[in-house]
């Protein structure tokens, strides 16, 4: 089954300790990309990835890293969380919309992070 | 500035009528224009894509326009069933190549039994 994998599902953490979440995808996309949502302010794109060691900023990057070592991977490492990043965050994937007659996005069912 | 803007925070319809959802954008050129549906915990699922030289695109009840002039979609669900209660998002590709998307607020639709 095509999907996109994050784990953890809820995570509630406290100011200053590093996290990650992870986001699998197996369905061989060039494209990855990471998004937080927020009541009132929608999906804001954090960063995203082109391909393998190939990322970049999204609309809101402050306060995150991302890395893509295999095509597959796409983590998201909050090295100091601050109560401002309580979120509810996607992953998606997608194929470059040149090869492809959608160009949709392939989203993970979230992370839910609180931030104490 | 760049904004896309979805008319209706929440909208409520009768079981069998037909929703109309409303996405505008300013300071955009985008190639195509996609639509989303949500539903509460769960990510959005791609619905439907609409190309710029395309005027409507249909799937089963759903039907999408795309007015570049006026830098409007409109999203129709007809004969909407108590099912269609989600909300609803639209995107567009700033530079048309799949790289980083934009995404409206989104529309919480009710369908009434």
């Known amino acids: 089954e095509a999907q996109v994998t994050q784990n953890p599902r809820y995570l509630i953490t406290v100011t200053g300790k590093k996290l990650t979440v992870t986001c699998s995808q197996n369905?061989?996309?060039?494209?990855m990309s990471w998004y937080r949502q927020d009541p009132g302010l929608g999906l804001r794109q954090i960063y995203y990835?082109?391909?393998?060691?190939?990322?970049d900023k999204g609309d809101v990057p402050e306060g995150y890293k991302v890395s893509r070592k295999e095509k597959r991977n796409f983590p998201l490492i909050l090295e100091s969380p601050s109560p401002n990043q309580t979120s509810l965050y996607f992953c998606?994937?997608?194929?470059?919309?040149?090869?492809?007659?959608?160009?949709?996005?392939?989203f993970g069912e979230g992370s839910r992070l609180t931030v104490l | 500035s760049q904004k896309i803007e979805q008319n209706s925070e929440a909208l409520n319809i009768q079981e069998g009528k037909t929703a109309t959802l409303t996405c505008n954008y300013t300071?955009?050129?985008?190639?195509?224009l996609q639509w989303y549906r949500q539903d509460p915990g769960r990510g959005p699922v791609f619905l439907l894509l609409?190309?710029?030289?395309?005027k409507e695109k249909r799937k089963e009840r759903l039907k999408v326009t795309f007015d570049t002039t006026l830098k409007q979609s409109l999203f129709h669900i007809t004969a909407s069933q108590p099912a269609d209660s989600a909300t609803y998002l639209c995107?567009?590709?700033?530079?048309?190549?799949?790289?980083?998307?934009?995404f409206g607020p989104g529309t919480r639709l009710s369908v009434l039994p």
């Open positions: 998606a994937s997608s194929s470059p919309s040149r090869q492809t007659n959608t160009g949709e996005l392939f």
């Open positions: 369905m061989n996309h060039e494209y």
């Open positions: 990835s082109m391909n393998v060691e190939v990322t």
């Open positions: 300071n955009y050129s985008p190639a195509y």
């Open positions: 609409i190309r710029e030289n395309e």
């Open positions: 995107a567009l590709d700033p530079n048309n190549y799949g790289q980083n998307f934009v």
